[in-house]
Structures are given as structure tokens and as C-alpha cells.
């Protein structure tokens, strides 16, 4: 089968395209699917980067297949697996091997999608609309009234944190990196949206000083401890990502003194614990799309030759919306 693999770590050089990829076995707890579309994701850059060599909470290892979200239809279940069967319509995420013709999911991955939604939106929904909903639901447990900063907000999960939190009621303030990128914010539904720079003050003047509940920080080095002076004391900073590099000398006694606030690092695979989750969690960024309350922008559908440019965009962050690529156009 075509595949896109990856054997040494390094630049969008490394990613090989081969036609002779043997077909995915069916093993227990696993089903095998025929990839229909799947998402490009800054994940896979980490992975083609060498970032989760080592990592436990994704343990994807060398010589592999990339991709870590896809759609497409179940073709056979393995042994113990009763919920999914032949013919099934499915989506996944975190779950590596995507950028190929077949893939082996575990069943507990899998959600199954409805008949409403494309392969392509589902591809393009499934990590980042998963993603978007743990952190407001369950992590920041926002509500009406609340006050929320969302830090790269034309990102793709950005968008999504955007679209969930005004759904809610909350007010939410934004940051991006150019005019163009804070519109894309206002237009999704946010009440404020500033370059980065200064950021800080412009929200505590926005709050009579006070700051804001909770701060969906995904850059990084660059601004979380702007961030922590954002945030009103005792308040709640969720650091999802480090696009722009980590912080490696953060003292906690940091944290007392911008206002006993709590950090959080928190990662989708621990939220997605089991398949009744990630079940509920499709449903939940399914049934907004369908009514309307929830866009999923998707920048452009690409082959799977084109995947390292796509690649080289999102590194230089000239991505906006997500991107798919197409492994079988057929599939309904």
C-alpha cells in the first residue's frame, strides 16, 4: 500500500513516500481501516522532529507510518471488539499510521461519525475539536460570565476555543500575530483581539485590573509569563502547547507571586481514556458542527505527495485552518 513513513529524524527531507507498504494486520483490540482523509497536524511535525522519542504519554517510535488523525470506513475488527464492525463510518486521533492507505486504530480510539459529516470534516474536526472540548469542559470547567484569554486564536485549535467559549457565554479576549489573524478571532466570535504585543496590560485595563479567569496559553516561552500577569489572583493558566519553545527555568515560587495562580500541562491522551470518551467527545464537536454553532475551517485538501510542504507552512506558522489530504476520494 502507499504510505508515508518515517525511519530517521530530522526535516521534511526525511519523510519517505513509499508504494510498497505491506497492509496492516488485524490484530486484537484493534480494527483496520480504510483511510478515507486524514488531518495534518503540528503533532506530526513533532513526531518527524524527534520530540516524542521518549515520550510515555505517546510513545511512537521509530521506523513508523505518520499521520496521528484520520477518518475513513472499518474494513475488520480484531478479536474483542464488539462495538465497531465491517462497514462502520470512523474517525480517530492520536493514534499514529493515518498517512496511509489502511491503518490498525485501537477500537478504543475510534468514534463513529455520522452520516451527516464527511470524512474530510470529520479528519479535520477529530484531534483538534477533541482538544478544544477537554480544556473547556473539563480542564478550565468554563462557564457563563467567565473571563478567558485564548493566545494564538486563528490557530486551529484557537478557533475552536473561540467558537466553545462564546457558545458558553464567557467574554473571551484574543491575541494573534497580525491584523489579519486577530480578524480571524473576531470573526469566530471573540469580544476583544490584540497583536501580542502588550497584551497583558491591554487585558487587565479591559478588566478594571482584575485579569482573567483562565488563559489558554499554546505559544509558549514567548508569552507565559505575560500570561501569569493576565490572569487574576488564584486564576487558572492552561499551557496546551510551546509553539514558540519551552520554558526551562520556571521557578513556582513565579506562580505565588503573580497571584497563587495554578499551571496546568495537560495532554488530550489523558483525557481520552477509553471509548465511551472519545465517543462522547466526538459527538459533542459533531453535533455543534451540524447545528452551526461550531466551524471547522478547512484551509485546503492535498495529496499525500504534497504533505511535506504542508509541513514547512506549519513550522514557518503560515498556517491558517486545517489542512487534509485525501487517501480515498470514493469512500462515502
Known sequence: MKALTLETYGGPEVVQLRLDVPKPPVTPGHVLVKVACAGINFMDVHTRQGKYATSVTYPVRLPCILGMEGAGVVVAVGEGVSHLAPGDRVAWCIAWGAFAEYASVPAARVAQIPNAIGFDQA?????????????????????????????????????????????LGATVFTTGSSVEKCAIALERGADHAW??????????????????????????????????????????????????????????????????????????????????????????????????????????????????????????????????????????
Open 195 to 332: 497583536l501580542y504585543d502588550g497584551f497583558a496590560e491591554r487585558v487587565l485595563e479591559a478588566t478594571q485590573g482584575q485579569g482573567v479567569d483562565v488563559v489558554f496559553d499554546s505559544v509558549g516561552k514567548a508569552t507565559l509569563r505575560e500570561s501569569f500577569r493576565a490572569c487574576r489572583t488564584r486564576g487558572l493558566i492552561v499551557n496546551y502547547g510551546n509553539v514558540s519553545g519551552s520554558i526551562t527555568d520556571l521557578d513556582p515560587m513565579e506562580l505565588g507571586e503573580a497571584g497563587s495562580l495554578f499551571l496546568t500541562r495537560p495532554r488530550l491522551n489523558d483525557h481520552m481514556a477509553d471509548g465511551p470518551t472519545v465517543q462522547r467527545r466526538a459527538n459533542a464537536v459533531f453535533a455543534a458542527m451540524l447545528e452551526g454553532s461550531l466551524t471547522v475551517d478547512i484551509e485546503g485538501h492535498y495529496a499525500l505527495e504534497n504533505v511535506q510542504q504542508v509541513h514547512a507552512r506549519i513550522e514557518a506558522r503560515q498556517q491558517i485552518g486545517k489542512a487534509v489530504v485525501w487517501l480515498d476520494r470514493e469512500l462515502q
Open 123 to 167: 479528519a479535520a474536526a477529530m484531534f483538534q475539536g477533541c482538544t478544544a472540548h477537554y480544556l473547556i469542559e473539563e480542564v478550565a470547567r468554563l462557564q457563563a460570565g467567565n473571563r478567558c484569554l485564548i493566545q494564538a486564536a486563528s490557530g486551529s485549535i484557537g478557533q475552536l476555543l473561540v467558537q466553545m467559549a462564546h457558545r
